[in-house]
């Protein structure tokens, strides 16, 4: 199963930028879809996901900036990421969960340059 996530890109502090995931494989309104953050030597983290009844969630590091929403027609999941830091940078993966598996798309690189 494949993900593809775009969007990513250079960006100065305290600019936007929109991430996007689709994928031609697997229907995501029934799927918990999510978006981690890989910074730089770093772990994966979490940054923000959402349910199937569309309920998000998102680390403390990104609350009241990023946005994650989802578009059933489109079948794309997306992360408005506003007012970005340089502790954003890193590499964003996007997942579905379902039923105790996990898929991830390639994953999409972001900069923000101070």
């Known amino acids: 199963v494949q993900l593809q996530a775009s969007g990513g890109g250079l960006v100065q502090a305290g600019g936007s930028l929109r991430l996007s995931c689709t994928s031609s494989r697997i229907t995501f309104r029934f799927y918990v879809m999510g978006w981690y953050l890989q910074a730089p030597g770093k772990q994966r983290e979490l940054v923000a996901s959402i349910g199937t009844t569309d309920i998000p969630n998102y680390a403390d590091s990104v609350k009241g900036r990023f946005t994650i929403s989802r578009d059933n027609a489109k079948n794309t999941v997306y992360l408005q990421m506003n007012n970005v830091k340089p502790d954003d940078t890193g590499v964003y993966y996007c997942?579905?969960?379902?039923?105790?598996?996990?898929?991830w798309g390639q994953g999409t690189l972001v900069t923000v340059s101070s």
């Open positions: 997942s579905a969960l379902f039923g105790g598996s996990t898929y």
